[in-house]
């Protein structure tokens, strides 16, 4: 299969079952620069590879999701943070996307599908902001 845009892509996830089942996922749709993290450390030492999208579990060995969160864009605010986690929890929905998560999956049986259409969605945010940059140096040089 072609290897798509080569967007680097992380995946941190406590659950090793879920981590293996994400990366076969992404590199079934073509996607080649995936590196997966079941350790926090190594996942925050890890962020000066400067990843396109990381997919973030909420409960991580203790970690709270949503102070990695801040972490990932205290580092780097363009990075598109999609979090993943159980069940339909409303305030951890909103204090996500308050502090700057893209989107938010609930895991379950349709997980994987969900991210192909978060990652559709990130691609088209991106190009969006491409053609608005394009667009502003077009009008300066003219």
């Not at 962020?47 to 997919?55: A, G, N, Q, S």
């Not at 608005?132 to 003219?142: G, M, S, Y």
Request: proline content about 1%; hydrophobic content about 45%.
């Amino acid at each position: 299969m072609k290897a798509k845009q080569d967007y680097k892509i992380f995946v941190l996830d406590g659950d090793m079952f879920s981590l293996n089942i994400y990366e076969q996922h992404l590199i079934n749709l073509g996607y080649s620069d995936i590196s997966i993290f079941h350790d926090v450390i190594e996942f925050y030492d890890s962020l000066t590879l400067h990843p396109d999208i990381v997919f973030l579990d909420h409960g991580i060995n203790f970690a709270n999701g949503v102070d990695i969160l801040k972490k990932i864009k205290n580092f780097n605010p363009d990075i598109y943070v999609v979090f993943i986690a159980e069940g339909d929890d409303v305030q951890l929905v909103i204090s996500s996307l308050k502090h700057g998560a893209f989107d938010f999956i609930v895991r379950g049986e349709n997980d994987v599908m969900t991210m192909e259409s978060v990652i559709a969605r990130i691609l088209r945010v991106k190009k969006m902001f491409q053609s608005n940059t394009d667009a502003e140096i077009f009008k300066r040089h003219r």
